[in-house]
């Protein structure tokens, strides 16, 4: 293997030009330190590795590709029925969404799931809600009608955009989803020490690739369009979305409920099993709300 292909020397270089960009940015607030910047702040940390459970259920899928603002985006399927769309977060991918696809198929459902712009087999260099909520678009117009979605993390926010775009569905999950596009924003801009100018600079830079502005990128202006029924599964221990995240997404849709965890963080929770029947009641039951608390 050479150095180049080491995770840990490709981990280093990047986050050798993280600081070399910033120092740039800061002493000649250059345009392309400045892009630079906005480039990392829309990247995903790295690539995941499946795990061996993962490739063992997703080796098993009807595997296809469609084009997504020219980059092939890959989708995976499984079972038949209606069907029930799985969005991953931030830095994962979809096979970390395995522990539904059996208990969804089991019970009726076809479990269409998709690997994000610049995640898992997908292309792509970058990533940020209002394209991934085009992405979930498109794959709903080319796959048809979508009974319910469970989607973790930055999957939620992207779902919400995606039907502000045209998406429609019966039910929703969120796991572990976040309220606020702008307030991770300023935690990055300030986790590097970026002056005031700066960080305004590299949040237009953002904005511009986006297409979108960041202050309407939270729960209460984009709850208008979480008409159907949702349930925001949250544990308190998450220490990357913090549990009040999920609180504010509840309060923003028109029927929302919360089922709230101990001890399971951001994501183990996608693999316990109470969890897991608790999403999948909820989209399967008629009357799923006699079953949540």
């Not at 702040?41 to 795990?51: D, H, T, Y």
């Not at 970058?126 to 009974?147: D, F, N, T, V």
């Not at 309407?216 to 308190?236: C, K, T």
């Not at 951001?266 to 969890?275: G, N, P």
Request: a positive charge.
């Amino acid at each position: 293997m050479s150095l180049y292909k080491n995770p840990n020397v490709r981990a280093g270089l990047r986050q050798a030009w993280a600081r070399a960009a910033l120092w740039l940015a800061i002493r000649f607030r250059s345009r392309l330190a400045v892009r630079r910047l906005a480039q990392q702040f829309l990247s995903p940390r790295s690539r995941r590795s499946p795990s061996a459970a993962e490739r063992a259920q997703f080796d098993a899928a009807r595997r296809f590709m469609f084009d997504f603002q020219g980059e092939q985006l890959v989708g995976y399927r499984f079972g038949s029925g209606p069907k029930v769309l799985l969005l991953h977060g931030l830095g994962g991918s979809a096979s970390q969404m395995y522990a539904f696809v059996q208990p969804l198929v089991a019970a009726g459902f076809e479990v269409v799931a998709l690997d994000a712009p610049a995640h898992g087999e997908s292309g792509g260099s970058w990533i940020a809600i209002p394209r991934y909520g085009a992405a979930i678009a498109q794959l709903a117009e080319h796959e048809g009608p979508m009974h319910a979605l469970i989607a973790h993390s930055l999957g939620a926010p992207a779902a919400t955009f995606a039907l502000r775009l045209g998406l429609q569905t019966e039910r929703m999950v969120f796991v572990g989803a976040p309220a606020d596009a702008f307030v991770y924003f300023i935690l990055w801009a300030r986790s590097l020490g970026l002056p005031g100018r700066l960080t305004a600079r590299v949040r237009a830079e953002i904005e511009a690739r986006a297409g979108y502005p960041m202050e309407l990128l939270n729960a209460e202006r984009m709850g208008d369009v979480l008409r159907a029924p949702l349930l925001v599964i949250h544990d308190r221990e998450d220490r990357e979305v913090p549990w009040h995240d999920g609180e504010r997404v509840r309060r923003s849709a028109r029927d929302g409920r919360m089922l709230t965890t101990t001890g399971l963080g951001h994501r183990r929770i996608l693999h316990d099993a109470q969890v897991v029947q608790a999403a999948v009641e909820f989209i399967g039951s008629p009357q799923p709300h006699a079953r949540v608390a």
